[in-house]
DNA sequence: CGTAGCTTTGAAGATTTTCAACCTTAGTGG
DNA sequence: CCACTAAGGTTGAAAATCTTCAAAGCTACG
């Protein structure tokens, strides 16, 4: 019991399960539908576009980019750091909708979406909990979407930046001093934003003292300067 | 039964409880949670940013758009036609997010939440067809964000005009005239672009008669230019 | 018939993109 | 161990797009 206990918890799936106070029978049970993946290199596909839905990923360590591409280009639509979960949106469709592609070497483990839902009609406080999941996942793009939807420039950034520090905090990782593994040209892509445009405006919030910045590592030096850029935004704000 | 069911389909719910089969006895069931509200008038309020959720709404007829507002101004967030839900994005939080405003003379039902995730847990179809609405909803704002994110006016709007028309047509109503009814203000707000942009677009689409517009009403001329105008952009296309 | 609110249009200004060149860093092979 | 290379990042200047400001037109409604 004790075991799978931990298991669970090593799997990230923290998030998922634990905060429910599912007994040790039910995590138990929903310990033995997750499969644990093999480890993935930078590069390294975890589901392509089109492919059936096999189930929705928790991330455990690393991180992951997902993508749509037509001829010329290619679009970042996701952007996702241990402990959050891929392709909620495929469930849907029973098809992948996008492309999701390991960032640095990552792992992660995958809950077969038949089996889960089979198991979240036996507990009724499981299904609550995926019900909170796809929920807040359509909290957060919405409100992704206001923001990008119309702010500046340097507010998109500034929103990427608190963000992430939120999403990192979350998990327990250091707020004020990350890696992003998302190059400028991605990250561009991401927000609706040129690579040189992104570039500039980093150059510009550390120039004011905002942030340091060295290639992909970012340190934030002021953050309430920080919120103070997007703070006429009606915001939504992240928990 | 029978009785049960027409009243079902008169809730516009057609969208959520018929695609499934459920038995009769079923259907009974979820329909004997369904709280049928009154009609609104334009400008009466659904519901409210910040307070309690009760439920989450289906629009039986009419409009609604959705907001959030800060000093200066009012962003909208949603717009919702007849067969559409509302408020999915405050089941995590169990608070509404943003105010739900009627766009004209409107119907709609309830569906109180807790009772609804109740009645899931005994009918699996009926648990697994949550799951799925609430996965195409995260799939459609996704491919809204994917829209607006950095493609030019232009093609914001075509991909909005060729949008309402499939939600339009998926409810049996015409794809190729109906009638906006958020100010071009608002449809400006949605999509971040100013008023007078959305006008001088509509105003451009007409002068190419890819559309005729006269103040609310839109007829759609030339579809195919108009998936044209998007063609390039990678879209997950919409059922 | 007049008014208020929405819509359209023009012109100037701001922001962002694009094009181009150059810089920096990490990794490779001599 | 160093020089070279390729990929990513930065910066400047011109061009495109969109917003803002301003004014005027239209329509529905009392």
Do not use: W
């Amino acid at each position: 019991m004790l075991k799978s206990k931990i298991s669970c918890q090593q799997c990230a799936l923290k998030s998922f399960c634990l905060p429910i106070g599912l007994s040790d029978s039910e995590t138990q049970q929903l310990n033995a539908i997750i499969k644990r993946g093999q480890p993935l290199n930078k590069g390294d596909i975890l589901y392509q576009k089109g492919q059936k839905l096999n189930g929705i990923y928790a991330v455990i360590s690393g991180s992951f980019k997902t993508y749509i591409e037509d001829q010329q280009q290619r679009h970042i639509i996701g952007y996702h750091l241990p402990g959050e979960l891929l392709a909620l949106d495929a469930i849907s469709s029973q098809y992948y909708s996008c492309t999701a592609e390991a960032l640095e070497t990552s792992t992660f483990c995958e809950l077969p979406f038949d089996q889960l839902s089979a198991l979240t009609a036996k507990i009724p406080m499981l299904q609550n909990r995926v019900f909170t999941l796809l929920s807040k996942e359509i909290s957060s793009i919405t409100g992704k979407q206001r923001v990008i939807t119309k702010i500046n420039a340097n507010e998109a950034l500034a929103y990427f930046l608190i963000d992430i520090s939120h999403r990192y905090a979350q998990r327990g990782f250091s707020a004020n001093d990350f890696f992003l593994t998302l190059s400028r040209g991605e990250l561009g892509s991401y927000l609706g934003l040129a690579e040189e445009t992104v570039s500039r405006i980093f150059s510009s919030f550390q120039k004011q003292g905002l942030i340091k910045i060295t290639r992909r590592h970012i340190e934030i030096l002021d953050m309430p300067a920080l919120k103070e850029i997007i703070v006429h935004i009606a915001l939504n704000q992240p928990d």
